[in-house]
């Protein structure tokens, strides 16, 4: 298995301490995983399958196939969209209303223009 996390780590261009960052822990935790000299828990196992994109299996080396799991049929979520989120949850209420609000704007106009470029493109 910990061969794997450090395939898997590197093939999405990753330090350690990157990884750790995105689901929560520290890189030395994530160095020792690698090693195979800590265990990890079954949520920590969950969030690197979902984060992967791959089954736990896959991560266990119980299997060659990437994919099979529930977790698979997840879209991918990116570093950038994580920290979006996470900085979305600190946000009080108001907050929230405008980010959204924000957001809808910007929805709008990128449709818009999908819109407008689609009529080009037939005309």
């Known amino acids: 298995m910990n061969n794997r996390l450090a395939q898997l780590r590197d093939e999405k261009g990753l330090s350690q301490t990157q990884l750790g960052k995105i689901v929560n822990a520290a890189q030395n935790t994530v160095s020792q995983w690698e ?15 979902d984060f992967y994109t791959v089954s736990i299996d896959y991560l266990l080396g119980r299997t060659e196939n990437r994919t099979g799991t529930q977790a698979n049929t997840r879209p991918h979520v990116t570093s950038d969209e994580i920290e979006l989120i996470k900085k979305y949850r600190s946000l009080d209420e108001d907050g929230k209303r405008r980010v ?24």
Request: hydrophobic share 35%; aromatic share 2%; charged share 30%.
């Open 35 to 49: 090693l195979g000299t800590r265990g990890i828990s079954s949520e920590m196992l969950i969030r690197l399958a």
């Open 100 to 123: 959204l609000r924000n957001l809808d704007g910007e929805y709008e106009d990128a449709q818009g223009k999908s819109g407008e470029s689609l009529q080009k493109t037939i005309a």
